[in-house]
């Protein structure tokens, strides 16, 4: 194994919900292995951008509203124009809603399935069309602990959570013989906005932290790896995997 293998360079990358946590940690890991990368953003990606470029690499940044099913299919299409090709597309963009079941109001609902999968799905498709005849490219989807286990008072979050890995095995199936590799990370509980709520429950932030072997919250730098990892060449055998990065909680 040479360390080459782990390199980006040459290669574009794309990466939503990059304005912080773990989507900006993606996107510097993946510069600072040599990559390219193009921000997938509603707004507020300055900081991310000029992170990227520190490392001399290209950053574009794209305005979208993950929502916008027209806006999403013309992502793509944009990145290819700019770049002439895309080799590796993270899905990262999430957002959480919390209600109990019972009331758990029906445009959460559908707010929550548009960004965390119908938005992943739209992604995933035209980045395989273009990977597949290209015969190269790495997809990696940002799943989830939750794609495991139902978690409370997130009916919505789990279930997208849980299509995430599924539909990241569906298509590693179709087109891991064609050279693109379909995978996908599952945080762990991770010190980000969306676990703020979390985070300041002293009774859930006291049982969340007892459970984890490691002893402490992640934090998005866990996450440079992981990516950069299931991004080159060193993963060129690795289809269809979800991987828990989570300081052992799935093995207590």
């Known amino acids: 194994m040479q360390m080459t293998n782990f390199s980006l360079s040459q290669k574009t990358a794309v990466v939503t919900g990059a304005a912080r946590g ?74 959480q809603k919390r209600h109990p079941a019972v009331d758990f109001p029906e445009e959460d609902w559908e707010l929550v399935m548009n960004i965390q999968l119908k938005a992943v799905w739209l992604l995933s498709q035209a980045a395989g069309r273009v990977m597949t005849e290209q015969g190269s490219g790495s997809i990696i989807s940002i799943a989830s602990l939750q794609s495991f286990q139902g978690g409370l008072f997130i009916p919505a979050y789990a279930s997208a959570k849980g299509a995430v890995a599924q539909l990241t095995k569906a298509l590693a199936n179709e087109w891991a013989s064609k050279g693109v590799n379909v995978n996908a990370v599952a945080p762990g509980y991770v010190a980000t906005d969306m676990n703020e709520a979390l985070i300041e429950d002293p009774v859930r932030s006291r049982q969340i932290m007892e459970r984890i072997p490691a002893g402490r919250w992640g934090q998005p730098e866990d996450f440079k790896g992981p990516v950069v990892f299931l991004a080159s060449e060193a993963a060129d055998f690795i289809h269809g995997h979800v991987l828990t990065v989570d300081g052992g909680w799935m093995g207590r």
Do not use: M, W, Y
């Open 22 to 95: 773990i989507g900006k940690a993606a996107a510097e890991g993946l510069a600072e292995a040599g990559a390219d990368v193009v921000l997938v953003q509603r707004s507020g990606a300055e900081e991310t951008k000029k992170a990227v470029e520190s490392f001399g690499r290209t950053c574009h940044v794209i305005q979208c509203d993950l929502q916008d099913s027209d806006a999403v299919k013309a992502v793509i299409p944009e990145v290819v124009d700019r770049f002439g090709t895309i080799d590796i597309l993270v899905n990262n963009a999430g957002i």
